[in-house]
T-cell receptor, first 113, second 116 residues
Framework: EAQVTQNPRYLITVTGKKLTVTCSQNMNHEYMSWYRQDPGLGLRQIYYSMNVEVTDKGDVPEGYKVSRKEKRNFPLILESPSPNQTSLYFC????????????FGPGTRLTVT | AQKITQTQPGMFVQEKEAVTLDCTYDTSDQSYGLFWYKQPSSGEMIFLIYQGSYDEQNATEGRYSLNFQKARKSANLVISASQLGDSAMYFCAMREPYNQGGKLIFGQGTELSVKP
């Protein structure tokens, strides 16, 4: 089954404790992206990657890191989480190009206390 | 820059009836794609349907169809024979040009409630 998987689905953590949210897709997509969704602010892109070893900042990259060492994986790293990073996070992937839909993972609900 | 506008914050529809969710967009690009996503209360983001700017026919996908009016820059989602499971948030979106990053630009969303 074609899918994007994310882990963990739910996470409660404390300020400053490094964490990684994993993302993997099995559709051989070149493009992968991270979004966060917050009430009243909608979905905002954090980082994206157009291929292996090619990553770039989205609209809200502060406090996050990413890497793309393999085509299928695109982990999101929070080196020192803060309460303002409490959010619903989505990983998405697609084929290259403007007219291709992005497929989303199931989301990760992160709470930072 | 691209912009998506959804002017209906919330809508109600009776089960088994059809409903139209409005979406207007703004772009200066000639080639673009429009997307609709569904987000149920469980939170996942589900792709529903896609319309390309050069597609001559309106897209359809099961009970979903897209009423695409290019001159009016509108891409309304029509859900036929509504079901209780259709109750969710619906987002219209388009992608930024790929050479500018390719992110999805979403509208504010419409919350659809299906009444039994």
């Amino acid at each position: 089954e074609a899918q994007v998987t994310q882990n963990p689905r739910y996470l409660i953590t404390v300020t400053g404790k490094k964490l990684t949210v994993t993302c993997s897709q099995n559709m051989n997509h070149e493009y992968m992206s991270w979004y966060r969704q917050d009430p009243g602010l909608g979905l905002r892109q954090i980082y994206y990657s157009m291929n292996v070893e090619v990553t770039d900042k989205g609209d809200v990259p502060e406090g996050y890191k990413v890497s793309r060492k393999e085509k299928r994986n695109f982990p999101l790293i929070l080196e020192s989480p803060s309460p303002n990073q409490t959010s619903l996070y989505f990983c998405a992937s697609s084929s290259s190009g403007t007219t291709y839909e992005q497929y989303f993972g199931p989301g990760t609900r992160l709470t930072v206390t | 820059a691209q912009k998506i506008t959804q002017t209906q914050p919330g809508m109600f529809v009776q089960e088994k009836e059809a409903v139209t969710l409005d979406c207007t967009y703004d772009t200066s690009d000639q080639s673009y794609g429009l997307f609709w996503y569904k987000q149920p209360s469980s939170g996942e983001m589900i792709f529903l349907i896609y319309q390309g700017s050069y597609d001559e026919q309106n897209a359809t996908e099961g009970r979903y169809s897209l009423n695409f009016q290019k001159a009016r820059k509108s891409a309304n989602l029509v859900i036929s024979a509504s079901q209780l499971g259709d109750s969710a948030m619906y987002f219209c979106a388009m992608r930024e040009p790929y050479n500018q990053g390719g992110k999805l630009i979403f509208g504010q969303g419409t919350e659809l409630s299906v009444k039994p």
